[in-house]
């Protein structure tokens, strides 16, 4: 099924991809947005050009059966989770959740999965590239017909039941300071049955007309209260898992499903990296052979927002993975 260009994300097309189409009313207002804010083309005014912002997220999901040394230790051991501010972390705790910082170089038997032989599956970077402060979801498996789940609320439990629940991270990157990138999560589960509505597309721009779209989705429960915010330097690695002894939590519903065709249960770890253009400098080529091709990834909008998603991109400011 084909999907709908929206303004913003044809713009972010054209300034990642840097292509030069037929000229349209989308790329008009691209150009009168370049000249009159970014001081391109315009003698008039002085300064630097001043390109858009941009953030750029490679992700990696390792699974392992649960308990296996790569996912339960060996990545915990060299992972700084006291980075993590203590209220936070008592909170993601409290749920099952694990969240920490590696600096410098993975060990060797993490760099090693994204080599993987059959029967393992090869884990891969997926690279994700947005506008400054716009979110993207992150989904981590699965979902599942019924689960019991209990949350822990600053020091108060209850249990909730879902049907159909599949839960996910909601991902923001935000620059910060000169090099950093600032990583905000936050848990969600979509549940129950999908419903038809009818909502305003997210992420048009305030040079496009707002613009509606018919909807069926699930209920979306946002946990707020886990939300956390990292900055990110360059050469860190945000590491996010579960504690697999704490039973229905949420920690253990992100991160542990059963294995297909097996009765053992698959222990998944989330890595993060995040890189960012910097303020006056076009970013590089980042999307590859973006249109006409529905096979490759890169030509794929993410719903509800302007994200770009893609196997084929670089990092910012590193060599191809």
Excluded at 48 to 68: H, N, Q, Y
Excluded at 155 to 176: C, E, F, H, M, W
Excluded at 285 to 307: C, F, M, Q, R
Aim: aromatic share 4%; proline share 7%; hydrophobic share 40%.
């Amino acid at each position: 099924m084909s999907r709908k260009l929206t303004p913003s994300a044809a713009m972010a097309l054209l300034a990642l991809v840097g292509c030069n189409p037929a000229r349209s009313d989308i790329r008009q207002r691209a150009d009168q947005v370049v000249a009159t804010v970014f001081n391109s083309n315009n003698s008039s005014r002085s300064g630097d050009r001043v390109e858009p912002k941009f953030c750029k997220l490679d992700s990696a999901i390792i699974s392992r059966p649960a308990g296996t040394p790569l996912v339960e230790t060996s990545l915990w051991g060299v992972t700084d989770e006291q980075a993590i501010p203590h209220a936070t972390r008592q909170s993601l705790e409290a749920n099952g959740l694990r969240v920490g910082i590696v600096t410098g170089d993975l060990p060797a038997d993490v760099t090693e999965a994204f080599r993987s032989k059959p029967p393992q599956v090869e884990t891969q970077w997926v690279h994700i590239a947005l506008p400054d402060g716009e979110h993207t979801p992150i989904v981590l498996g699965d979902p599942v017909e019924a689960v019991t789940l209990l949350l822990n609320h600053g020091g108060k439990v209850d249990g909730r039941n879902y049907q159909d629940a599949l839960g996910r991270l909601i991902v923001t990157p935000s620059q910060a300071g000169q090099h950093d990138v600032e990583v905000r999560i936050v848990p969600q589960i979509q549940h129950g049955a999908k419903r038809r509505t009818i909502g305003a597309l997210e992420g048009t721009g305030a040079f496009a007309p707002q613009e509606f779209a018919i909807k069926d989705a699930q209920q979306e429960e946002i946990l707020r209260e886990l939300a956390t915010t990292i900055a990110l330097k360059p050469g860190q690695t945000l590491v996010i898992g579960c504690r697999s002894e704490q039973a229905r939590s949420l920690g253990t519903f992100l991160f542990l499903q059963p294995e297909p065709k097996s009765d053992r249960i698959l222990q998944s770890i989330l890595l993060i990296q995040a890189s960012r253009n910097n303020n006056g400098n076009a970013p590089p080529k980042l999307v590859e052979e973006v249109a006409g091709d529905p096979a490759n990834p890169a030509a794929v909008i993410a719903p509800g927002g302007t994200s770009i998603l893609s196997k084929v991109t670089r990092p910012f400011d590193e060599k191809t993975r």
